[in-house]
Nanobody
Framework: QVQLVESGGGLVQDGGSLRLSCAAS????????MGWFRQAPGKEREFVAR????????YYADSVKGRFTISRDNAKNTVYLQMNSVKPEDTAVYYC????????????WGQGTQVTVSS
């Protein structure tokens, strides 16, 4: 059983920065691709970013490209999402996911962390 625990969410002003972390209970490299999704109130959960097992290949949703950066530290079993130049429309619960294929989530999810961007 894989456990993923997100942290780092909170309230941030429009244009500010925030870094989310996702700590995994096992070696993250075992599950190859890791990623982030988000769900805003009244909306479907959507793909944000993914990173392959080595950290060399990343992919982003168009809405966050150029502003967010995903990275991983397999020695610490942790995945990060650096969020810069945030906008009110980035407000959502952000979820870590293990085992993505393209933009299709894998079976393991974290509990989510709330990010609220004030205008």
């Amino acid at each position: 059983q894989v456990q993923l625990v997100e942290s780092g969410g909170g309230l941030v002003q429009d244009g500010g920065s925030l870094r989310l972390s996702c700590a995994a209970s096992i070696r993250t490299s075992t599950y190859y691709t890791m990623g982030w999704f988000r769900q805003a109130p009244g909306k479907e959960r959507e793909f944000v970013a993914r990173i392959n097992w080595s950290g060399e290949i990343t992919y982003y949703a168009d809405s966050v490209k150029g502003r967010f950066t995903i990275s991983r530290d397999n020695a610490k079993n942790t995945v990060y999402l650096q969020m810069n130049s945030v906008k009110p429309e980035d407000t959502a619960v952000y979820y870590c996911n293990a085992g993505l294929v393209d933009m299709i989530p894998g079976r393991y999810w974290g509990q989510g962390t709330q990010v609220t961007v004030s205008s």
